[in-house]
């Protein structure tokens, strides 16, 4: 998919704004700083331990949006309904929508239904496009990230992917591994009201925590190092992982963020970041050593050091 | 849909702005007037006489936050593909969609691709959002008709709902049956500029000029009487239909649209709307009444009135 966008699509819609190469788009109009985001959801099971469908299509625009520095405001929603489906479902996700729109202070402005024939579809994907404002001029993104900012994350990572994986397989943990979906603009908020020079901000959904940072680096034209022993993992993912070969640094979150600030700022921010449930689990786990370069490198608890690569091809499908 | 839309989804979504009621939501933002508008384009086949699922997506969406007398500036696009999508259709569609674009002067800003497995999905659906900019303080809507409007249609109805479905059928014709896919910001420009008092405007996409005038006299409870004999429909268009046993009132179109102007400009609207390849056609159908009624009464050539009403299920899935 990154292939696919990189290649075929962007180059297709080029223009001064999708180049930003963003979670989110800025953009003015009328005087006003603005940012749009889309994403459609299209994941199985359509209800897993933490979530559904519906608050994971609320909560990963608004963050999508919020990793540019934006407050989210509207959302549009589009349903693409299989003939068949259930009102009950349709019902639960909508109403589970709503409650997480209100969690989340923003509102679903307007919406478009279409129902495709039984068998065409899976039950129900879903889009949501979501409106934010950028309260402040600066700009968040991959090219503001400067040698020696430091690299943080908002919590342990893999939660998600393996909430879904693990339903999807059937398989038993002495406890349920919960989806970590939640919104995260009142953390970003709480940081740039707090006077945080935040340089970058990425959710690590697809492809994870490797991926986000992958991705920067290269946009960025930075090394990144980190140290692997300080990613947060939860213990039961961890065993989930192995148990299925995977690594936690490559599964998908929904409720997790990286976020480049100035090392000055380091221990603020972490303070700032765990006043919310969400945001409990934050620490350091990187730096960023010099310009020019693009690559990420992880040291490992015994000193060895490796390049990390993102993954080709899809770990875990539609899981977002 | 549409008791699916009015009874379950706007209620639980209940909000000031979902209230509107509209193809398009406006609001505010940092004392812009804006407008939003999301659509998902479901359609087969996916290439059609006349356009495709990519220009399709580009002029619907247009064409909504048009109806709300709103300038379209950004578009995101989310696609939903199925695996085993052949590159070149992506491709032909992709490009479509950027010709679209810059035919009517909007800049696809930001995008999403999901891939779902093969069998589930259809091809290729399409969600197109739109951000435009309301220039005109003045509300354009259904709450804004007044007795003595007159009812205007931009041009000949039917074409694009018996496009798709001679093709899915098979039909032939003496000429073939071409798609009115187009957009009508242009027009609604050029009116709002030229100081028409639009007072409602309605795109005749699912359910026709029909549903069209039958939403927007209940919602402004007015009773709106047509002349039958005055609606524009092209002779392959009306031979297709009654060959099929379909009413061209009641088949969708892409490029036309209802104008709800007053009496006294009627003249002068149509001259404007037929300046424009799209309108050569427009004229007169109908006026409105009186109030607190919410009934359209359609008069045959004959003289006999009979009471319009919507179709309820589907007369033809995914067209749009």
Redesign the interface.
């Known amino acids: ?1 990154h292939q ?2 990189g290649k ?2 962007l180059p ?2 080029d ?1 001064p ?2 180049r930003q190469n963003h979670d ?2 800025s ?1 003015e ?6 940012a ?7 994941i199985r099971p359509l209800f897993f331990p933490g979530g559904d469908i519906g608050s994971l299509a609320v909560h990963g625009t608004v963050n999508d949006l919020a990793m540019s520095g934006a407050a989210p ?2 959302l ?5 309904l299989e003939e068949g489906l259930a ?1 009950e479902t ?2 639960r996700i ?2 589970s ?2 409650a997480a ?1 209100d969690e989340c202070g923003v ?11 039984r ?4 039950g129900i ?1 879903v ?1 949501t ?1 979501g ?1 934010g ?1 950028r309260k402040k001029d600066r700009e968040i993104g991959p090219k503001s990230v400067r040698t020696d900012d430091v690299v943080l994350v908002s919590g342990d990572v893999g939660r998600h992917g393996m909430a879904i994986m693990a339903q999807r397989e059937g398989l038993e943990f002495e406890s349920t591994i919960e989806s970590d979906s939640a919104p995260l603009h009142g953390i970003v908020e709480s940081l740039l009201n707090e006077g945080i020079d935040i340089h970058c901000l990425r959710d690590l959904t697809r492809g994870g925590l490797t991926s986000a940072l992958v991705e920067v680096s290269e946009t960025a034209k930075v090394h990144v190092e980190i140290d692997l022993a300080s990613i947060p993992v939860h213990e039961e993912v961890r065993g989930a992982c192995e148990l299925l070969g995977l690594d936690p640094m490559q599964v998908a979150n929904e409720g997790r963020m990286a976020v480049w600030v100035p090392e000055i700022q380091a221990t603020r921010t972490l303070e700032l970041i765990r006043k919310f449930p969400a945001g409990e689990k934050a620490c350091q786990i990187g730096q960023v050593l010099n310009k020019d370069t693009g690559i990420v490198t992880a040291r490992s608890e015994i000193g060895v050091t490796r390049v990390l690569d993102m993954i080709s091809g ?1 770990q875990l ?2 899981i977002c």
């Open positions: 998919m696919l966008l075929m699509i297709a819609f223009n704004h999708s989110a788009c953009f109009a009328q005087g006003a700083r603005l749009i985001s889309t994403d459609s959801y299209v405001l509207y549009s929603v589009g349903f693409i009102m349709l019902w909508v109403c929508m709503r729109a509102q679903l402005v307007t919406g478009d239904t279409k129902v495709v024939d068998g065409k579809g899976d994907y889009n496009t409106i404002v899809e499908p539609r």
